[in-house]
């Protein structure tokens, strides 16, 4: 194993900003439902930071509970502390928590179908004060994704998959959050279109200086653009290490990535191995 | 043909104001998408402030008319604070239920307060007869098209140009999409119910113009129905042209067949349209990509 994997908070962090703090969340729904169990993380100033894990590990619960968008899912933080650059956000409501800086890309899209793609950029700058700002902040969109130029006045939900995630990335720009969070930016589209996409995300991290916490299905794809990485797993991070050690993880490498050593037989015995040291680690 | 200009008059100024009470029920239903069965009420109370502060209070009829929008606005701000927003997060059917308990109030309050014998309204509009191609046409129900068709224009572009107004448009289309945005939903209903206030008392003192005034007028609130369902309950064109469609065919089902049915016709043609058209004529479609 690679020095210092695995260990929640057992390794040394490098010496950076913590911009996002999420310790010991408990996330609730229905009074009744536990989804989070005391997870905390943190994010970096200025990285992307990667958060893999099967479905129904809590991740979207994760990013919904730091954006405050668990409200309307009947969801509340029930224990822990959020805070971004030093504030406790986690009492806050949505609203308040995207004039913070915070903006998250809802899964699956969801633009505002029957606004054109200009007027769905308009909302995502709803929440500015500097409104003098907004022309030029349009065209930057338009300078990251050129395709959404010359659909600027057709109704969003004409517009190809692809070009409708884009169009979410260039809404959550419109805000000019200093933390964006992403919810499967992949989600249902092809390979080549992905690929344009999480370039252009690595662009907007280095040129806008945007942090960003990535979700994604797609483990090999998130750890090829961030910095650092962690695995949850039933609600709570299993593993915590920087992107390039999870991508050489053998655990991560059989369980996210779908790679065995050729020729190499698996036997039963080594997933009741990983079984036995993921309960140990929860 | 001069029956049918005056019967066209007559009909497309009631369907104006069908269409003034509509669109304000299809703002509500749009941002909330909440039925609110209080919108004749709504135009019943805007039609006793304006004559309150004309006929009662004497201010000159401007002055008067100002008012009272100030006042509607007022008031819409005030139910979605008081009555609406306690019950945010709750089913809409709850939503929908209180809307039946605020029009017996808002009924009562006017009850109370003027009385329910019908009052003679400050007419403010000019009265009298247009020589129009050699057919007397009354005045009054002339300005009340285009005035109609003015608040539409405005509501247009509120909805098309201004911050809100797209925002507006954004909860409609995706409440909680909206919401990351940092758009306050309690304020997108605050303004949906303004608006409608503002749009019902228009339409309250136009018909206090064209037919009088009467606790009775409320009863405008259920032409509302087949008028949105006729043109899409979330379409602001369809509550105009649905307006326009309503008032003409019982204008002439009125002139030409007789009396009484025409209060049964729209009903009718509404079935019609459903069999065809169950979104209403001009229903948000929804969009599918291929």
């Not at chain 2, 209070?57 to 401007?62: A, S, T």
């Amino acid at each position: 194993m690679a020095p210092g994997v695995g260990f929640p908070g057992g390794r040394r962090r490098p010496l950076r900003t913590r911009v996002l703090e999420l310790s010991n969340v408990e996330v609730l729904y229905d009074d009744v439902i536990l989804v989070l169990k005391g997870l905390s993380l943190t994010v970096a100033e200025g990285s992307i930071t990667a958060l893999l894990g099967p479905n129904g590990a809590g991740k979207t619960t994760t990013l919904k509970a730091i954006s405050g968008l668990l409200r309307p899912d009947d969801g509340e933080v029930a224990d822990g502390t959020i805070s971004f650059r030093g504030h406790d956000i986690h009492k806050l409501d949505a609203t308040a928590i995207v004039r913070q800086g915070i903006f998250q890309v809802m899964e699956g899209r969801r633009v505002f179908e029957h606004l054109t793609v200009e007027e769905n950029l308009l909302v995502g700058a709803y929440a500015r004060t500097d409104r003098a700002a907004i022309p030029d902040d349009t065209q930057k969109v338009y300078d990251y994704f050129p395709g959404l130029e010359t659909r600027a006045k057709q109704q969003a939900g004409y517009l190809s998959g692809g070009e409708q995630q884009m169009l979410a990335i260039g809404r959550a720009l419109m805000a000019r959050p200093s933390l964006m969070l992403l919810d499967e930016p992949s989600l249902g589209l092809a390979p080549r279109l992905v690929r344009t996409i999480f370039d252009v995300l690595v662009r907007i991290n280095s040129e806008e200086g945007t942090t960003m916490l990535v979700v994604e299905q797609n483990a090999r794809l998130a750890l090829s653009i961030a910095h650092h990485g962690y695995v949850m797993e039933r609600g709570r991070i299993v593993l915590d290490a920087t992107s390039k050690e999870l991508a050489a993880n053998e655990d991560v490498k059989e369980f996210y990535l779908g790679l065995t050593e050729v020729g190499h037989r698996r036997s039963y015995r080594d997933v009741k191995h990983y079984r036995r040291r993921k309960r140990w680690l929860s | 043909m001069e029956v049918f200009l005056q019967l066209t008059v007559s009909g497309l100024s009631n369907g104006m104001v069908y269409a003034l009470a509509a669109v304000g029920f299809v703002v509500i239903y749009k941002a909330s998408e909440v039925i609110n069965f209080a919108q004749g009420e709504l135009l019943l109370f805007g039609a006793y402030l304006s004559f309150a502060s004309i006929a009662q209070i004497g201010l000159p009829w401007g002055v008067g008319v100002a008012l009272t929008l100030v006042l509607a606005v007022a008031i819409g701000l005030a139910i979605e604070r008081l009555v609406l927003r306690p019950l945010i997060g709750e089913p809409v059917i709850s939503m929908i239920m209180v809307t039946i308990g605020l029009s017996g109030v808002l009924r009562a309050t006017v009850n109370a307060i003027w009385g329910p014998r019908p009052r003679t309204f400050p007419q403010f509009l000019p009265s009298g007869g247009v020589e129009i191609a050699g057919v007397v046409l009354g005045a009054d129900r002339l300005i009340v098209i285009p005035t109609a068709a003015v608040i539409f224009v405005l509501l247009g572009l509120f909805f098309r140009y201004t911050r809100d107004g797209i925002a507006m448009r954004a909860v409609a289309d995706d409440q909680q999409a909206a919401l990351s945005m940092g758009i306050s939903i309690p304020r997108i209903f605050a303004v949906a119910w303004a608006l409608a206030a503002v749009s019902a008392a228009v339409g309250g003192m136009m018909l206090g113009n064209i037919v009088g005034l009467s606790p009775n007028i409320s009863a405008i609130g259920l032409r509302v129905f087949p008028v949105v369902i006729l043109g899409g309950l979330d379409s602001i064109a369809g509550a105009v042209i649905g307006g326009a469609v309503i008032g003409l065919l019982e204008a002439y089902t009125g002139g030409y067949i007789g009396n009484g049915l025409n209060l049964v016709v729209p009903f009718i043609v509404l079935i019609l349209v459903l069999m065809v058209r169950p979104y209403g004529l001009f229903g948000k479609p929804i969009i599918e990509r291929v």
